[in-house]
Nanobody, 119 residues
Framework: QVHLAESGGGFVQPGGSLELSCAASTSSFSFDQFDRMGWYRQAPGNDERRAVA????????VYADSVRGRFTISRDNTKNRIYLQVNSAIPEDTAVYYC?????????WGQGTQVTVSS
């Protein structure tokens, strides 16, 4: 069983920063033995969730072009947590952000946390 729970969303002004956190419980495998793990987002009026920042199975971070240089993904294997640091926020970053983990061809999602960038 895998359970993912996001926190840290909210309102931020353009140019501001915030940090998202995802607590993961992985009873059937070790937290660091994932295939892919990271963050997706779904913008208002858009049906598609798009990858924002993801760790590959080799632990290499991969960023969407729209956030590269502004967002940073990290993880703490001792706490079973992954983080997304959002800097230089822009209104286009407004979305529901989802924590994601893939293991053995199965996808797992958190419930999502809203981030709104507005003045």
């Amino acid at each position: 069983q895998v359970h993912l729970a996001e926190s840290g969303g909210g309102f931020v002004q353009p140019g501001g920063s915030l940090e998202l956190s995802c607590a993961a419980s992985t009873s059937s495998f070790s937290f660091d033995q994932f295939d892919r793990m990271g963050w997706y987002r779904q913008a208002p009026g858009n049906d598609e969730r798009r990858a924002v920042a993801v760790f590959t199975g080799q632990g290499v971070p991969v960023y969407a072009d729209s956030v590269r240089g502004r967002f940073t993904i990290s993880r703490d294997n001792t706490k079973n947590r992954i983080y997304l640091q959002v800097n230089s926020a822009i209104p286009e970053d407004t979305a529901v952000y989802y924590c994601y983990l893939a293991k053995d061809r199965r996808d797992y999602w958190g419930q999502g946390t809203q981030v709104t960038v507005s003045s």
